[in-house]
């Protein structure tokens, strides 16, 4: 079945680590994204891709990294630089205009 | 920028009755996507209904249907039959039309409670 991996589905890390959050996906869907969600604040857009080898930042980005070195992966790093890491982290993918967004099933990052 | 206002934090309907979640948007843009999306409580979000601004017509799943006010900037979603399982986080979003950009801007959702 075609759709999104996220991986870990939990994860812990002491303060001051570096994070890496995997995200696949077999759609074949060229655009890829980062949103962060926190309780009482929606989803945030942290990171985004159109296309291999390119991205974008969002709305948050300060203390993230990404890469897209293959169509079907896009990995963030939570780095030491992100004052508040803590939260639930999903990605997406969309096939462009005028699809929706798929998404996976998301990652809680716990910063200790 | 554009921006998707969601007033209502949280909702309670009973089962079987209908209920309607407000979602107003901000735009400039005259061409775009609306969307309401579900986030039950595994998280995973899943698309609920889908509209696209030229089109007149209001967009119908089952017991899923949106009243779609475009000079207003509304985009109401109105649940039919209430049933147990619609219980969920429910966002709104937005969507230009154009290519170029693929930033979808979500609202802060809208907690629904179904009572049995």
């Known amino acids: 079945d075609g759709g999104i991996t996220q991986s870990p589905k939990y994860l812990f890390r002491k303060e001051g680590q570096n994070v890496t959050l995997s995200c696949e996906q077999n759609l074949n869907h060229d655009a890829m994204y980062w949103y962060r969600q926190d309780p009482g604040q929606g989803l945030r857009l942290i990171y985004y891709?159109?296309?291999?080898?390119?991205?974008q930042k969002g709305d948050i980005a300060e203390g993230y990294s990404v890469s897209r070195e293959k169509k079907e992966s896009f990995p963030l790093t939570v780095t030491s630089a992100q004052k508040n890491p803590t939260a639930f982290y999903l990605c997406?993918?969309?096939?462009?205009?005028?699809?929706?967004?798929?998404f996976g099933e998301g990652s809680r990052l716990t910063v200790l | 920028a554009q921006t998707v206002t969601q007033s209502q934090p949280e909702m309670s309907v009973q089962e079987a009755e209908t209920v309607t979640l407000s979602c107003t948007y901000d735009?400039?843009?005259?061409?775009?996507?609306l969307f309401w999306y579900k986030q039950p409580p595994s998280r995973q979000m899943i698309l609920v209904i889908r509209q696209e601004a030229y089109k007149q017509q209001n967009a119908t799943e089952n017991r899923f249907s949106v009243n779609f006010q475009k000079a207003a900037k509304s985009f109401s979603l109105k649940i039919s039959d209430s049933q147990l399982g619609d219980a969920a986080m429910y966002f709104c979003a937005y969507r230009r039309l154009t290519s170029g950009t693929y930033k979808y801007i979500f609202g802060t959702g809208t907690r629904l409670k179904v009572l049995a």
């Open positions: 997406a993918s969309s096939i462009g205009p005028p699809s929706e967004l798929f």
């Open positions: 891709s159109q296309i291999v080898n390119d991205f």
């Open positions: 735009t400039s843009e005259s061409d775009y996507y």
